[in-house]
C-alpha cells in the first residue's frame, strides 16, 4: 500500500516554495553580510589538485548564517614545532536561490553552487575564510522534497602569494604587507631588520641562474 497522498506529498511545490522562503528570511534576520569570492584557477596541478598561482577577481555582497553559535570551532590556536599556528574554522548557510540570484546569475564565469576554494571574506572581524567542502544536504535533509540552503565549513586562509583583484579596496589591499613578490616589501623587511639579507641574496642569484631559461640547471640540448 502506498503512503498516504494527501499528507505525506514531497512533490508540493507550493510548500516547498514556502520552506524556501522562512530560509530566506531567518538568514536576512539572523545572518551576516559576508564577501563571496570565487577562485580563478590559472596553473592547476592535477597531480597534487592544488594552484599556487589561483587569481580572485571578483566579490559578491551576500547574507549567510553563521553556524558556530559558541564561537570559532576547529583546533584553534595552538604552538608547534612550526611556530604559532591557528586553525579556527566555521560553518556558514546561505541559501541556494540567494547564492543563484547574488552570484550564479551576475557571475563571470559559471557557478552554479559555491566550489571548495572559494573564498569568504567576513567584515565583522576582517578575515578571509576559505571553503573546504561545500554540503547540501546537512542544513535540512529533503524538507517537503526539496533543498533550501548549503552549508560551506570554511577555514581561515593562509595566503601564500595569490593576487586579489575584486574592485574591493577592503579585501584587495587586505594582504599587501605579506606580498612576498614586491620589492617594497624586501626593502621594509631590510630596514626593520638590518640582520636580513633576503634581496641580497636574491641579486646573488641572479648572477649564477636564470630562471627564465627552460632548463636553468643544465643544457637545453640532450
Known sequence: MATNFY???????????LIENLVIEAIKFYG????????????????????????????????????????????????????????????????MRTFEFDVSRVATETRQRPFEGDLIYFPLHKKLWKVMHVDHESHAFYQIGALQAYDLRCELFEYSNERFNTGVEEIDTLLTDYDRTANTAMAALEVSDPFADNKQLQDEATTY??????????????
Do not use: C
Open 7 to 17: 499528507i505525506n506529498n514531497f512533490e508540493a511545490s507550493g510548500e516547498q516554495e
Open 32 to 95: 551576516h553580510d559576508v564577501w563571496y569570492i570565487p577562485r580563478t584557477l590559472v596553473a592547476e596541478d592535477n597531480i597534487l589538485n592544488e594552484d599556487d598561482l589561483s587569481t580572485f577577481d571578483e566579490a559578491y555582497f551576500i547574507e549567510m548564517y553563521i553556524k558556530n553559535v559558541d564561537g570559532f570551532e576547529g583546533e584553534g590556536d595552538f604552538l608547534s614545532k612550526f611556530g604559532l599556528q591557528i586553525r579556527d574554522s566555521i560553518t556558514f548557510t546561505v541559501a
Open 209 to 222: 641562474l636564470d630562471f627564465s631559461q627552460s632548463n636553468p640547471f643544465g643544457s637545453d640540448s640532450y
